[in-house]
């Protein structure tokens, strides 16, 4: 079984400033990945970033980096220079390499960016 | 190039009425994949498809849920009869063919919000 867990239900961050939000997961496939995915107001999940559970960097894309701790089972994501538009739900899911290639999605974590 | 398209975006209907789902993938995506997010929740995978065989429905409510991707592309999710818990946001999303170990991102359309009154 997979499991992803998101402790944070909401998170503030003021403009311009770097948030961390918080990620763990649990799973018995020995190869997987990590995603990230934004949800604005208006429903549509937006792909961030990904982290390959053999990947020996963390992932960066522009302004989103990946903190991947693979011992403690960890993925958090972290965005710099915090925009208004960042203001959103974050989702953080995990796909093991065997059997079912569904995401396993946390609870989400909403951001909300302050000027 | 164009996104993943559904339609329609918001869906109202009486509890026991059936409703329709449809979704237009990304071009020369192979996997389709179908899922229902609960207000507050991630989404939860109902189907998957590869080109147009389901290879996992072990989600979908078979009772009163089908689904189907004809040629292999676009792809219809019904729901017959609707009941009051079917209130929900149904995303699709696709992925292209794989290319090596999980790196086919899902990416997904704007869904469609239904709800059963």
């Known amino acids: 079984a997979q499991k992803i867990t998101q402790t944070q239900p909401g998170m503030f961050v003021q403009e311009k400033e770097a948030v961390t939000l918080d990620c763990t997961y649990d799973?018995?496939?020995?190869?997987?990945?990590l995603f990230w995915y934004k949800q604005p107001s208006s429903g549509e999940m937006i792909f961030l970033i990904y982290?390959?559970?053999?990947?020996?960097q963390n992932a960066t894309e522009g302004r989103y980096s990946l903190n991947f701790q693979k011992a403690r089972k960890s993925a958090n994501l972290v965005i710099s220079a915090s925009q208004l538009g960042d203001s959103a739900m974050y989702f953080c899911?995990?796909?093991?390499?065997?059997?079912?290639?569904?995401?396993?999605f946390g609870s989400g974590t909403r951001l909300q960016v302050q000027p | 190039e164009a996104g993943v398209v559904q339609s329609p975006r918001y869906k109202i209907i009486e509890k026991k009425q059936p409703v329709a789902f449809w979704c237009n993938p990304i071009?020369?995506?192979?996997?389709l994949y179908w899922y229902r997010q609960n207000l507050g929740q991630g989404p939860e995978l109902l189907i998957r498809y590869e080109n147009e065989e389901a290879v996992d429905d072990s989600q979908l409510p078979k009772d009163r849920f089908s689904a189907e991707r004809l040629k292999g592309v676009d792809s219809t999710l019904k729901i017959q009869p609707a009941e009051l818990g079917d209130s929900a946001v149904y995303l699709c999303?696709?992925?292209?063919?794989?290319?090596?170990?999980?790196?086919?991102?899902?990416?997904f359309g704007p869904g469609t919000r239904l709800t059963v009154l």
């Open positions: 982290q390959g559970s053999y990947d020996q």
């Open positions: 899911a995990l796909r093991g390499d065997t059997g079912r290639r569904a995401l396993t």
């Open positions: 999303a696709s992925s292209p063919r794989r290319t090596g170990l999980n790196t086919d991102t899902q990416y």
């Open positions: 071009s020369g995506h192979n996997t």
């Open positions: 799973t018995s496939d020995p190869s997987y990945g």
